[in-house]
């Protein structure tokens, strides 16, 4: 079984146009988050979510928007894409928030592109 | 902001040899986390050290915090071609949230 799984896993699509991607979590776990790898492998945080309320948004552009229907679900939806939002966008979820015991687990990744 | 810098930014080695990466940081942190990604798959945790710790061992992973110098390393040792991936250090500060660098991109030569 499968612990996070996101969906798609590839994902080629014109500017201008709105996607989303999916993550599931079957581990119990009550944070999740949303990171972005650029070309060059950095992976920086986009938003995580504790008992499905948003805790962080890091500077991300308001196209961007996770909606997570329940602790098990975080999605993440843009809108207008340019091309510089071609990336691999990781979900990830944690046990607990705060307790610093930190493990994350992470998806295998979608990758986006926008021509 | 971006936390944690490794370095180098990528190893090449002969099997068997030692890999020894290195990972510093700017501000006080709560743990320190190293991380396993293979080509066009998802991180993978590899050990946990908090900042109260200096040294800790899982298998033939060694890794060492040190706070004064805001450092933190990750030796494998005896590696194997199966060794071969990207490994990230991830900071904890006060909002627990991981933060992670660019990595270290690991070649192992059969």
């Known amino acids: 079984d499968t612990a996070v799984s996101q969906t798609p896993k590839y994902l080629v699509t014109q500017m201008g146009n709105d996607k989303s991607i999916k993550c599931e979590q079957n581990?119990?776990?009550?944070?999740m988050y949303w990171y972005k790898q650029d070309s060059k492998k950095f992976l920086k945080i986009m938003f995580s979510?504790?008992?499905?309320?948003?805790?962080i948004n890091e500077t991300v552009p308001n196209r961007f928007s996770p909606k997570s229907p329940d602790k098990a679900h975080l999605n993440l939806h843009i809108n207008s894409l340019e091309l510089g939002d071609s990336a691999v966008y990781f979900c990830?979820?944690?046990?607990?928030?705060?307790?610093?015991?930190?493990?994350?687990?992470f998806g295998e990744g979608s990758r986006l592109t926008v021509l | 902001s971006q936390q944690g810098e490794e370095d180098p930014q990528a190893l090449s080695i002969q099997e068997g040899e030692n890999a020894t990466m290195n990972c510093s940081y700017k501000?006080?942190?709560?743990?320190l986390q190293w991380y396993r990604q293979n080509s066009g798959r998802g991180l993978v945790h590899l050990i946990l050290?908090?900042?109260?710790?200096r040294e800790k061992h899982s298998g033939r992973l060694r890794v060492t915090l040190d706070t004064s110098k805001k450092s933190s390393s990750l030796l494998i040792t005896a590696s194997r071609a199966a060794d071969t991936a990207s490994y990230f250090c991830?900071?904890?500060?006060?909002?627990?949230?991981?933060?992670f660098g660019r990595g270290t991109s690991l070649i192992v030569h059969p």
């Open positions: 050290i908090r900042s109260n710790e």
């Open positions: 991830a900071t904890e500060r006060g909002s627990y949230i991981p933060t």
């Open positions: 990830a979820s944690s046990q607990d928030l705060g307790t610093g015991t930190g493990e994350l687990f």
């Open positions: 581990l119990g776990h009550d944070t």
């Open positions: 979510y504790n008992n499905k309320e948003l805790i």
């Open positions: 501000t006080s942190i709560n743990n």
